[in-house]
């Protein structure tokens, strides 16, 4: 494993990019004229193999003196403006280099979404063995467009490269599982992989409430309404006044009462509580096991939207295709800030390089690999490793030929009595410390829960909340040493309750000399039920001890010598996630009364020993 600060990385790969960048016209800025003056943009309605037809924007370069590449993505959140003219493509950065590259740059309203006809389906089921012209997903819409744009697309190089974030993650993945010879590179960033384990709508059963409502009107309807409407707006909107307050006063029933059918994706939802078929089918692992296009998966340590998919569906690719070309980056950002026009250098109070982290990113990162597959030129740039991971609190790249912190040494924490966190095990008996969590006075994910959630809140202080008695804080000696944490964090907490359902919330949070500085690092919710079986869900017997075990995501992350690890447990984490009623019931179908107060007892004794288990490298 190397390591590297950001400028030594970008040290070694400029000499690459400089020569991997031909220019279609000077160094002039892009911009809708210099776009208008080296493009030329044209309009399809693509043939799928059961006759529905996709909107698709090409955009080709008027230089004709070499063949180029096509680099596309496909997205149901639309490509606007239609018609002639032409879009703000050249507004975002991210493009810059394919532009002035001469890339052919396409882009596709994904089925029954804006101008592409036919039904619009959330993530629907991967058919791996597809027969007739009926079997279509994700798949098959990416292969036929691939075959109609190498045949009427002129003066193309024959290499097709996919890229996408979030939604147009999970449709990478697709892309990749489509099997086109010609698409010889996928980059599927902050990929949606899994909806109930750990991806936008639930973790680890666990509903993202606050999200996943805001989400709604967005994606909610399948009505096509062409390139003006989408679908029909809210009228009352769904969410209205300050967000705490309307979660408090609408359970999850009443949410549903207010959309009122009208949105089959929530209808979807409340249908299947548990990790049942119709999820696991969703599960766009199921597509990954025989890949053959080079991969590049990108995500954010503090994606707070798609935390899980871009560590999975690695795991998955390397598992069923152990000689792809398969890497993994992953930096100190939100969901797609790779990829924004702003540096991604900074969250909230804290400060990770001086340099431009996004910049690093498309010129040394990005770019290089589509070089690398689809025009042949350099060797992929900062990309070529393994695995690129930036390790925060030291603030550093670190090199490694494949994400494998497993092969480090495994140590546990331990809770312990008073608010201790301990290296070895408690050798005491019956020891715990208890609290009452109370649905009617849940814990706050933020200071300030009146409005949108906040970007910064998975690297935020957690000091608003020591005081709460239902929040219980252990703090472990000063380090003498640096810490270097990396790979799956997972929780093994020993409870018992006084209801028959509660949820549980671990947060590791970085302590600096003093006590001065605090920032977290990891947090994740698990809701209680789910605890032996994810598919059957069981009633704990009340004041019975019983273990909860789960992942909180992979981390990297270094604690320094100086520094102390916090770890708070709490049964809400509102509104971000929702209220559990603290009850073996539908929690889709209770009503207010049927929230309780639980009286919740974490133990720390040598039989019910409860700690964080991670890898130290």
């Known amino acids: 494993m190397k390591r590297y600060l950001l400028l030594i990385v970008m040290a070694m790969t400029a000499v690459v990019c400089a020569v991997a960048a031909p220019k279609t016209q000077g160094d002039e800025p892009i911009d809708a004229r210099w776009l208008k003056a080296n493009y030329t943009k044209s309009e399809y309605m693509i043939p799928m193999r059961d006759g529905v037809k996709l909107y698709t924007a090409v955009y080709t370069p008027k230089d004709k003196r070499e063949k180029h590449p096509i680099l596309m993505q496909r997205t149901p959140y639309s490509h606007s403006p239609y018609g002639k003219k032409n ?33 619009f389906i959330n993530v629907p089921p991967y058919i791996a063995n597809k027969v ?15 075959e109609w744009l190498l045949r009427k697309v002129k003066n193309h190089n024959g290499r097709v490269g996919v890229y996408g974030n979030s939604y147009c993650g999970y449709y990478s993945l697709m892309a990749a599982a489509s099997g086109h010879p010609a698409i010889v590179a996928v980059s599927p960033q902050a990929p949606m992989v899994d909806w109930w384990m750990g991806d936008d709508i639930h973790h680890n059963g666990a509903l993202a409430m606050l999200d996943i409502v805001s989400f709604l009107p967005v994606l909610g309807t399948t009505a096509r309404k062409g390139p003006s409407a989408e679908s029909e707006p809210f009228d009352p909107p769904l969410i209205e006044g300050e967000i705490g307050e309307f979660f408090m006063q609408n359970t999850l029933a009443d949410i549903t009462r207010k959309v009122n059918g009208r949105v089959p994706l929530w209808e979807d939802i409340i249908s299947h509580p548990d990790y049942d078929a119709w999820w696991q089918a ?19 340590t503090f994606d707070a939207e798609d935390p899980y998919g871009v560590w999975e569906s690695y795991r998955t690719l390397k598992e069923y295709n152990p000689s792809l070309d398969c890497r993994i980056v992953v930096g100190p950002w939100t969901h797609g800030a790779w990829r924004g026009n702003g540096d991604a250098n900074k969250l909230g109070d804290v400060e990770f390089s001086e340099e431009s982290l996004s910049q690093f990113y498309r ?16 060797d992929g740039g900062a990309s070529a490793v393994g695995a690129l991971v930036f390790f925060t609190g030291e603030n550093c790249w670190r090199e490694m030929e494949a994400w494998t912190p497993e092969k480090g040494k495994e140590q546990r924490l331990y809770l312990g009595e008073e608010g201790t966190l301990l290296i070895t095990a408690p050798e005491v008996k019956d020891s715990y410390t208890s609290y009452t969590s109370d649905p009617q006075n849940p814990v706050p994910y933020y200071p300030d829960i009146t409005t949108r959630r906040k970007s910064d809140y998975l690297i935020r202080s957690q000091e608003f909340v020591e005081e709460r008695e239902d929040v219980l804080t252990f703090l472990s000696p000063v380090l003498s040493e640096d810490m270097i944490v990396a790979g799956k964090l997972t929780a093994e907490i020993y409870a ?7 949820d549980f919330v671990v947060k590791v949070i970085d302590v600096g000399p003093n006590g001065e500085t605090e920032m977290m690092v990891r947090a994740n919710i698990m809701r209680g039920r789910y605890r032996n079986s994810f598919s059957e869900p069981e009633a704990f017997t009340p004041d019975k001890v019983e273990g909860v075990e789960f992942d909180l995501t992979d981390i990297a992350h270094t604690f320094q010598a100086g520094h102390r690890i916090k770890v708070q447990v709490q049964s809400s984490w509102f509104p971000i996630f929702d209220r559990n009623p603290q009850q073996f019931i539908d929690i889709y179908k209770a009503e207010k009364e049927d929230f309780i107060p639980s009286h919740i007892k974490i133990y720390h004794d040598a039989e019910h020993p409860s700690a964080i288990r991670f890898n130290v490298m």
């Open 132 to 146: 007739g012209t009926k079997a279509i997903d994700e798949a098959s819409d990416t292969y036929d467009t691939v």
């Open 87 to 119: 879009s703000n493509i050249w507004r975002n950065k991210a493009n810059e280099n394919y532009l002035r590259a001469g890339y052919i740059l396409v882009f596709q309203d994904s089925r029954g979404r804006w101008m592409s006809e036919g039904d």
């Open 282 to 300: 969703r599960d766009a692992r199921q597509a990954l096991k025989r890949i053959s296009s080079a991969m590049l998966l990108v995500g954010g």
């Open 363 to 378: 010129d040394e990162v990005e770019f290089p690999f589509f070089e690398q597959h689809l025009r042949g030129v350099g």
């Open 496 to 502: 018992a309750i006084s209801t028959t359902d509660a």
